[in-house]
C-alpha cells in the first residue's frame, strides 16, 4: 500500500486463471484500494457485454439482480470459470454491500475489457439502438448482415477473410463511426453509461473483427491487437469517470507484467502492462506479479474442452518460482522492488536476483503439466518487469460457480490461453 501511494493504476496479475489463491490476495488488496484510496472501478480480462451485467448488480442498478453471483454463475463463454467462480462472487457480493452505503455517482464499477465477444456486443448494439434511436437500426442490421453467414463461429469467419481480405469491416466502422457521435454527445450532456457502453460494445466489434481476421496468422498480430485493445478500454473508463479516477485491473502476468522485461518483445509483443506504463508512467502506475512453486490449478487439455483440476508440478530449476521456493519453502512473501529506469533489453547482472533474467512460469486456461517444464516458462527480469511481486509457495485450484462443459471455439495466442 505504501508502495502503491497515490498511484492511479494498479494493476493485479496471476500465474493461472485457474488459481484460488492469486483471487483471494487481490480481492484483499482491491477492498483496501477502494476502501483507503477511493479506487473508482476494477477492470478484469473479462467480455465486456458480461462484465457489464456484473457492474449493474454491484452498483444496484434498477431492475439488475441483488446478487452478483447470480450473474456470475450465469457466464456461459469458455473458459466461464475465470470469473463465474466462488471467489469472484465472493468479491462481487462485497462490493455490493460496499456500494449500497454510496451515492450512486461514488459508486465502484466492474468492467470486462476484452475482445472476444463479437456476436455479444453486436447484439447489445442492436438492443440498445431499438430502445433509444430506432432511426439508426439500419447501420447494426448491416453489420450482423454482414456476420449472419459465420453462424457466430470466429474460425469460419477468420478463414473466409483469408478470401476477402476486408472481410466486414466496413460495415463495423460505419457503425462505430456513429456510435462514438453518439457517446461524444451524451457525455457532454449527462455522462451516460448507456450510450458509453453501446460505444464501448462497437469498440468491442472492431477490435473483435480485427482479432478475428488474422488469428490464423502465427505472428503477434493478432496478440497485439487484443492487448491494445484493453489499453485502450481502460482509458476509455478513466475517461469517462474522470480526472481522479482510478483504476485496478486484474488480467493475468502475461497482460499485466511489462512485455519489454520478457522474450515478447523479442518477438514483437507488446502488452498492458508496457502500455499503461509508457502513457501513464506520469500518473502512477503500479503492477504487481504473482507465483508459486506447486499445488493445483483448474484448466483444460485443449481450447474449448471440459476443464478439470490438475497438479501443478514442482517449478522448474532455476526458475523464479524454484529459487523462491528454495529460499522460502512454505512461506508466502511480498517483494517490492525500489524504482528502476526501465530499460531495453532490460539490464542484469547488477548482483540482485531479481534484476537476473530467469524463468517465469504462466499457466493459461489450457494446461498440460506434463510439458511444464517445456512450454510454460518466460524469461523475465521481474524488477523490470513488475513493481512487487506476490510469491505464494503452494497454491489450490478455485472452484466454479456451474458444471464444466465444452465451450466457444475462440482461439488463443501463445502462452495458451492467457
Given at each position: 500500500m505504501e508502495r502503491i501511494g497515490d498511484a492511479r493504476y494498479v494493476l493485479l496479475g496471476e500465474a493461472s486463471h485457474g488459481t484460488a489463491?492469486?483471487?483471494?490476495?487481490?480481492?484483499?488488496?482491491?477492498?483496501?484500494?477502494?476502501?483507503?484510496?477511493?479506487?473508482?472501478?476494477?477492470?478484469?480480462?473479462?467480455?465486456?457485454?458480461?462484465?457489464?451485467?456484473?457492474?449493474?448488480?454491484?452498483?444496484?442498478?434498477?431492475?439488475?439482480?441483488?446478487?452478483?453471483?447470480?450473474?456470475?454463475?450465469?457466464?456461459?463463454?469458455?473458459?466461464?470459470?475465470?470469473?463465474?467462480?466462488?471467489?469472484?462472487?465472493?468479491?462481487?457480493?462485497?462490493?455490493?454491500?460496499?456500494?449500497?452505503?454510496?451515492?450512486?455517482?461514488?459508486?465502484?464499477?466492474?468492467?470486462?475489457?476484452?475482445?472476444?465477444?463479437?456476436?455479444?456486443?453486436?447484439?447489445?448494439?442492436?438492443?440498445?439502438?431499438?430502445?433509444?434511436?430506432?432511426?439508426?437500426?439500419?447501420?447494426?442490421?448491416?453489420a450482423c448482415r454482414c456476420f449472419e453467414p459465420y453462424a457466430r463461429d470466429p474460425q469460419s469467419y477468420a478463414l473466409a477473410t483469408s478470401y476477402v481480405s476486408e472481410g466486414c469491416a466496413p460495415q463495423v466502422v460505419s457503425l462505430l463511426t456513429e456510435l462514438r457521435r453518439r457517446a461524444a454527445q451524451a457525455a457532454a450532456m449527462d455522462g451516460s453509461l448507456a450510450e458509453f457502453a453501446a460505444r464501448q460494445n462497437a469498440e468491442v466489434l472492431a477490435g473483435a473483427e480485427a482479432y478475428y481476421r488474422v488469428m490464423l496468422?502465427?505472428?503477434?498480430?493478432?496478440?497485439?491487437?487484443?492487448?491494445?485493445?484493453?489499453?485502450?478500454?481502460?482509458?476509455?473508463?478513466?475517461?469517462?469517470?474522470?480526472?481522479?479516477?482510478?483504476?485496478?485491473?486484474?488480467?493475468?502476468?502475461?497482460?499485466?507484467?511489462?512485455?519489454?522485461?520478457?522474450d515478447m518483445a523479442d518477438v514483437g509483443e507488446i502488452n498492458v502492462g508496457q502500455l499503461v506504463r509508457e502513457r501513464h508512467l506520469g500518473r502512477g502506475v503500479v503492477l504487481v506479479g504473482f507465483g508459486s512453486h506447486s499445488g493445483t490449478v483448474i484448466a483444460a487439455d485443449a481450447w474449448g474442452d471440459t476443464p478439470r483440476i490438475m497438479g501443478v508440478p514442482a517449478a522448474r530449476r532455476g526458475s523464479v518460482e524454484d529459487l523462491l521456493h528454495r529460499a522460502l519453502p512454505g512461506e508466502r512473501a511480498l517483494f517490492v522492488f525500489p524504482h528502476v529506469q526501465f530499460q531495453h533489453p532490460p539490464s542484469s547482472?547488477?548482483?540482485?536476483?531479481?534484476?537476473?533474467?530467469?524463468?517465469?512460469?504462466?499457466?493459461?486456461?489450457?494446461?498440460?503439466?506434463?510439458?511444464?517444464?517445456?512450454?510454460?516458462?518466460?524469461?523475465?527480469?521481474?524488477?523490470?518487469?513488475?513493481?512487487?511481486?506476490?510469491?505464494?509457495?503452494?497454491?489450490?485450484?478455485?472452484?466454479?460457480?456451474?458444471?464444466?462443459?465444452?465451450?466457444?471455439?475462440?482461439?488463443?495466442t501463445w502462452p495458451a490461453g492467457v
Amino acid at each position: 500500500m505504501e508502495r502503491i501511494g497515490d498511484a492511479r493504476y494498479v494493476l493485479l496479475g496471476e500465474a493461472s486463471h485457474g488459481t484460488a489463491d492469486y483471487y483471494r490476495v487481490r480481492d484483499l488488496l482491491t477492498r483496501r484500494l477502494i476502501e483507503e484510496k477511493g479506487f473508482s472501478f476494477v477492470a478484469v480480462e473479462g467480455d465486456w457485454p458480461d462484465c457489464q451485467a456484473v457492474h449493474c448488480a454491484v452498483v444496484a442498478a434498477p431492475g439488475a439482480p441483488e446478487d452478483p453471483g447470480e450473474v456470475l454463475a450465469g457466464f456461459r463463454r469458455w473458459p466461464a470459470w475465470m470469473w463465474g467462480n466462488t471467489d469472484v462472487a465472493a468479491f462481487t457480493r462485497w462490493l455490493r454491500r460496499h456500494n449500497e452505503a454510496l451515492p450512486p455517482e461514488r459508486r465502484v464499477g466492474f468492467f470486462g475489457l476484452d475482445v472476444y465477444s463479437l456476436w455479444e456486443s453486436l447484439d447489445a448494439v442492436l438492443a440498445h439502438l431499438r430502445e433509444h434511436d430506432p432511426d439508426e437500426v439500419d447501420h447494426a442490421l448491416e453489420a450482423c448482415r454482414c456476420f449472419e453467414p459465420y453462424a457466430r463461429d470466429p474460425q469460419s469467419y477468420a478463414l473466409a477473410t483469408s478470401y476477402v481480405s476486408e472481410g466486414c469491416a466496413p460495415q463495423v466502422v460505419s457503425l462505430l463511426t456513429e456510435l462514438r457521435r453518439r457517446a461524444a454527445q451524451a457525455a457532454a450532456m449527462d455522462g451516460s453509461l448507456a450510450e458509453f457502453a453501446a460505444r464501448q460494445n462497437a469498440e468491442v466489434l472492431a477490435g473483435a473483427e480485427a482479432y478475428y481476421r488474422v488469428m490464423l496468422d502465427s505472428g503477434p498480430e493478432s496478440w497485439n491487437i487484443r492487448d491494445r485493445h484493453m489499453a485502450d478500454t481502460l482509458d476509455r473508463l478513466m475517461e469517462h469517470y474522470g480526472p481522479e479516477a482510478k483504476a485496478v485491473v486484474w488480467e493475468h502476468n502475461t497482460h499485466i507484467g511489462d512485455a519489454r522485461a520478457t522474450d515478447m518483445a523479442d518477438v514483437g509483443e507488446i502488452n498492458v502492462g508496457q502500455l499503461v506504463r509508457e502513457r501513464h508512467l506520469g500518473r502512477g502506475v503500479v503492477l504487481v506479479g504473482f507465483g508459486s512453486h506447486s499445488g493445483t490449478v483448474i484448466a483444460a487439455d485443449a481450447w474449448g474442452d471440459t476443464p478439470r483440476i490438475m497438479g501443478v508440478p514442482a517449478a522448474r530449476r532455476g526458475s523464479v518460482e524454484d529459487l523462491l521456493h528454495r529460499a522460502l519453502p512454505g512461506e508466502r512473501a511480498l517483494f517490492v522492488f525500489p524504482h528502476v529506469q526501465f530499460q531495453h533489453p532490460p539490464s542484469s547482472g547488477r548482483g540482485e536476483w531479481f534484476h537476473e533474467e530467469h524463468g517465469h512460469r504462466a499457466i493459461g486456461v489450457v494446461y498440460r503439466p506434463q510439458y511444464d517444464r517445456v512450454g510454460n516458462y518466460v524469461p523475465t527480469v521481474l524488477a523490470q518487469r513488475y513493481d512487487a511481486f506476490c510469491y505464494l509457495d503452494r497454491t489450490h485450484a478455485l472452484t466454479p460457480l456451474h458444471p464444466w462443459s465444452k465451450g466457444s471455439l475462440e482461439e488463443q495466442t501463445w502462452p495458451a490461453g492467457v
